[in-house]
């Protein structure tokens, strides 16, 4: 699949606040059949993911950061159930959620993540805390859920997470035998540009269905699943983590960009059908750059994905092919 939504021009210059803003979300990439869905669940998908734009959006319209918009996008998508992040999340082999978050702001290169937590409600909230209260830029484990606690984040216990769909995937990956389930995956993220020409990305994750006990994907590992520099662009990604930690794919489309040179959707489709492909890495990104051009790509039969530019309609997508 390729997807690019242009940026059209603005009347203004990158960088003016007046200049438009463009947002984009995904809740994972998977091997879908045209015919997995009902079309009840279809519609279930579509909502969530135009609940998550417009939470951007409400940030954005009243000139709010890119930073504050991912976050306001992810909390819906962490919420959701139907994803695999916050509540809904996939289990471990042992039936607990481990969750993954991370953000990173443009402007700054600041970034925060946190692998492996169990009771903060919000990992997403938890990486921003990391990124903003704390000198470090990731915390893992029961640390992390600590330092959220104490940055005042709220607490859950874990089966909060849990839900019976998903009890459900780990008995069937268990009865399998497979290591980790690869063929779906729910994973969310959001990319923005804000009308102040700022980009911000934010990913969040329970992983893989039937993990190991303490594996930590890309999500939460800066330049493999989550990157943002003003520079070049933001990119989220959503796949099969080991590949995209190994291939550095958010970092290395930013670096195509900013130091080749090249068009967003090139950069994207030279990792996503290139250096991805070659390892056998299956998945997707989504990336807007410093322009408002907002690339969608996976390398599989669907992902997820909604989309907005100011001053144009929301859309929601599944299948590679819509
Ligand atoms: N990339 C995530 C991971 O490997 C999984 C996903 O995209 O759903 O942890």
New binding site residues.
Partial sequence: MSMSVSATPTGHTDGDPGSRYAVAVHG??GRYGADQFSDAQKAAYHAALAEALAAARAVLEVDGTAVDAAEAAIVVLEDTPLF?AGRGA?LTHEGVAEL?AAIMDGATLAAGSVAGVTTTRWPIRAARAVMEKSEHVMLQGAGADAFARAAGLEQVANSYFVTPERQRQLERARARGEAANIS????VGAVVRDRHGNLAAA?S????TN?RWG?????PVIGA?TYADNASCAVS??????Y?IRATVARTICALVEMKGMALADAVRQVVHGKLVALGGE?GVIAVDAHGNIVLETNIAGMFRGWQREGEPPRTAIMADE
């Fill in positions: 994972g990439a695999n996939v993954d779906k995956f729910g994973t990913t994750t329970g992983g893989l993990k594996r930590v994907g890309d999500s699943g990604a959503t796949g099969h983590g080991e995209f998945g």
